[in-house]
C-alpha cells in the first residue's frame, strides 16, 4: 500500500515562495511517476506539475515559469517549489502517484496541504 504524506503549506504574501513536499512510503518511489494537483474552492481538481521516474517535467501553463516539482529518490520524497506566489494559487494541493499491475491501476493521494496566498 502506498502512502503520501503532503506538508509545507502555509500562509503567504502575494510574490512570496513555498516548497511543499511530499513523502512516500511503499512501492519502488523510483520508479513511480509523480504528481502534484491542487483543488481551489468550488473548482475542479487540477494538475499542476508532473514528475517521471526519469525526471522528465510538465507543468500547468499557469504556473509555468514560477513553479518547479523535483524528486530526491533517497529520500522518497517529491517537491514543487513555488515562486512569485498569486492569490490565484490559493487552493489545498495534493500529492498523487499510480501504481499498476496486470489488470488494475490503483490511484494513490495524499491528504492535502493547504497554502493560502494573501493579496
Known amino acids: 500500500q502506498v502512502r503520501l504524506v503532503e506538508s509545507g503549506g502555509g500562509l503567504v504574501q502575494a510574490g512570496g515562495s513555498l516548497r511543499l513536499s511530499c513523502a512516500a512510503s511503499g512501492g519502488i518511489f523510483s520508479m513511480k511517476p509523480m504528481d502534484w494537483y491542487r483543488q481551489a474552492p468550488g473548482k475542479q481538481r487540477e494538475l499542476v506539475a508532473s514528475?517521471?521516474?526519469?525526471?522528465?517535467?510538465n507543468y500547468a501553463d499557469s504556473v509555468k515559469g514560477r513553479f518547479t516539482i523535483s524528486r530526491d529518490n533517497a529520500k522518497n520524497t517529491v517537491y514543487l517549489q513555488m515562486n512569485s506566489l498569486k492569490p490565484e494559487d490559493t487552493a489545498v494541493y495534493y500529492c498523487?502517484?499510480?501504481?499498476?499491475?496486470?489488470?488494475?491501476?490503483?490511484?494513490?493521494w495524499g491528504q492535502g496541504t493547504q497554502v493560502t496566498v494573501s493579496s
Open positions: 498523487r502517484t499510480t501504481e499498476s499491475s496486470l489488470h488494475t491501476i490503483n490511484v494513490y
Open positions: 514528475i517521471t521516474s526519469g525526471r522528465s517535467t
